[in-house]
């Protein structure tokens, strides 16, 4: 068996035609990594689900291997099946199976049929079989949501019983928790490969915003020394690219199966690190 390390991209769905292009011009020069997969985030509902759809047509035309998000909140059995079949029709081979947020302005309405990602994946497999290599999520900080950090490993461990390959984390710039979340893992007989999440880190106030938003730490030693960056973009990259450096380093030399960069569509700074780490 190959035990070669996996390293990925992961791209949204733009809003504009010219957007669109801009990111056909990213997929190029991140692809030229020779990425394993890229991902696409999946946003229920409208057209922000079309876009999804567009995005991953774009990679598909291009050759490219692509593995598009699907979440299940929202949506009913019949159309996830439906964009099973047409992700089949593609070629594609990966889904990462989300349980999603409600759409913008559906408050406390449908939530569809599949209400977590251990349905969806159970759904997938039915629907298809093993067609699909399905990835889902993975929390070493622990889920915002959850009860506590048993609670959210019993759900993990329902994801993969139910047919899940593998899983991508969400971001930390803890290793500790990630090396604790694969020990805890183990003792369960939990065997996936859990491929860590990486965020570069070029904002402070947009990386405290979404680390706020989805439950992410930022350790308090590394948030006061982005906040003394002040409006030094330039230094707070540069200090930043060797902090995921470092993580993404000691991750790989502990035994992490790859690494899966959240490029916000952007290419220098995945790609810096990219090849800082000699990929």
């Known amino acids: 068996m190959d035990n070669a390390p996996i390293f990925s991209f992961e791209l949204f769905p733009p809003k504009t035609a010219e957007g669109m292009k801009k990111l056909g011009e990213t997929v190029d020069a991140l692809n030229a990594l020779r990425p394993a997969y890229f991902s696409v985030t999946y946003g229920a509902g409208g057209s922000t689900r079309a876009r999804t759809f567009a995005t991953v047509d774009l990679l598909c035309e291009k050759g490219i291997a692509v593995a598009p998000h699907l979440a299940c909140i ?32 559906m ?4 939530p569809g049929e599949l209400h977590h ?13 093993d067609h699909f ?8 900080e622990v889920h915002p949501q959850a009860a506590g950090a048993e609670r959210d490993l019993d759900y993990f461990q329902g ?9 991508i984390t ?28 990486i965020m570069p880190i070029t904002n402070f106030t947009q990386l405290a915003r979404f680390s706020d938003a989805c439950g992410a730490e930022i350790p308090r030693w590394l948030r006061k020394r982005l906040e003394d960056f002040g409006d030094d973009l330039e230094a707070l990259r ?10 993404c380093e000691r991750l790989l030399q502990g035994g992490a199966p790859g690494l899966h960069f959240y490029t916000m569509n952007r290419v220098q700074p995945s790609k810096a690190i990219w090849q800082a780490l000699g990929i």
Request: hydrophobic share 40%; proline share 4%.
């Open 74 to 105: 929202g949506s009913s059995s019949e159309e996830i099946r439906q964009i099973l079949t047409h992700y089949r029709a593609q070629g594609v081979r990966r889904i990462v199976a989300l349980r999603g947020d409600l759409p913008s302005g």
């Open 238 to 247: 540069q200090f930043g690219q060797e902090v995921v450096f470092r993580l």
């Open 133 to 140: 290599h399905i990835e889902v999520a993975a929390y070493p």
């Open 159 to 167: 994801k993969v019983a139910a047919g899940a390959n593998g899983a």
């Open 170 to 197: 969400q971001y930390f710039y803890n290793a500790d928790a990630y090396f604790d979340f694969l020990e805890r893992c183990t003792r369960r007989g939990i065997e996936v490969p859990i491929v860590p999440g």
């Open 107 to 110: 408050g406390l309405g449908d």
């Open 117 to 129: 990602a251990d349905a969806l994946v159970s759904f997938i497999r039915r629907e298809t079989g």
